[in-house]
């Protein structure tokens, strides 16, 4: 495999995934995706349908297609109920595969951004209502329902769902999946989508994209050095988006990708194949 073409195995992996608690005669849905923590899933129901997963609910397009996802610490069953106009909801337990995570020690990050001063507060507040804002957005498009390709090509640093240790304090979980480069290094588009956000020096996630992939579905890239679109601009896959920096809370240059259901936080990982080879420079 070369670059960041899209592993073959990919469709057969994600889409092996028939839920056989839905396989039963006269069900309403049909359903793709990963039953795991940090997993995607997508499906179609009849148009006018309702769907819940859990707590959640779930929008469904116009056409019947939706999108869902289940956090990193997703319990090991949650019940997907579908109403279709004029019928009897279909209750469905979902059995989510449970993970283990690491936890990684991080020296050496300036204390002030372990434990910001107070004069930034307001500005970290206002920086995570516009990340907010961007992840709520919510459009008919299906993109995240086609392969993805890796953004980047480099060794894996960083993997989602590990625990941090900053200076021997406690961080949040990380959400993303981390690949090294040098700074400049161009990062392109796992997959097509719209620019939702474009901002270039966030406190805590430095140079930051959002690219909305439809139905509440975006990808995340942060620390970077150099953005290269723009809010409300059409991306398609492999369009080069950005590059790589240190930027915000970052000891070294790489990038940070991360993806999203709305506020629920997904495994990037599980869309792609594996990490490419690096080619050799020339």
């Known amino acids: 495999m070369r670059g960041g073409k899209i ?7 994600l ?24 997993g995607l899933i997508w499906g179609k129901v009849p148009p006018g349908s309702t769907v819940e997963l ?19 610490d997703a319990p090991p069953r949650v019940v997907l109920q579908v109403c279709p106009p004029e019928k009897a909801c279909e209750h469905s337990e979902l059995a989510i595969e449970q993970r283990q995570y690491n936890i990684q020690r ?28 961007a992840r709520k957005r919510y459009v008919q498009r299906q ?12 060794p894996i640093t960083g993997v989602f769902g590990s625990q941090r240790v900053y200076n021997g304090t406690p961080g949040r979980p990380h959400y993303g999946v981390d690949v090294a480069r ?14 939702t956000l474009a901002h270039p020096d966030m406190f805590y996630s430095g140079g930051t994209l959002i690219l909305d992939h439809g139905q509440g579905i975006s990808s995340t890239f942060i ?10 601009q059409e991306i398609k896959q492999g369009d080069p988006i ?9 000891t070294g240059p790489h990038l940070d990708w991360r993806m999203n259901w709305h506020g629920q936080r997904l495994d990037p990982a599980l869309l792609v194949g594996e990490m490419p080879a690096l080619e050799s420079p020339h």
């Open 223 to 232: 620390h970077l050095s150099k953005l290269l679109v723009e809010k409300g």
């Open 54 to 72: 859990g707590e959640y609910a779930v929008r469904v397009a116009d056409d019947g297609t939706f999108a869902a996802g289940f956090d990193r």
């Open 15 to 38: 889409l092996a995934v028939l839920l056989a608690s839905l396989a039963h005669t006269g069900s309403a849905m049909e359903l793709n995706g990963r039953l795991i923590q940090g």
């Open 7 to 13: 592993s073959q195995g990919w469709i057969a992996g």
């Open 143 to 154: 993109d995240f329902a086609a392969p993805f390709r890796w953004p980047l090509i480099g």
């Open 106 to 133: 991080i020296e050496g990050v300036p204390q002030k951004t372990v434990t910001p001063p107070a004069e930034v507060l307001d500005r970290i507040r206002r920086e995570a209502a516009l990340v907010g804002k």
């Open 182 to 195: 040098p700074t400049g290094a161009v990062v392109v588009a796992p997959q097509d989508g719209v620019v």
């Open 242 to 250: 950005a590059e790589v920096g240190a930027t915000g809370r970052a």
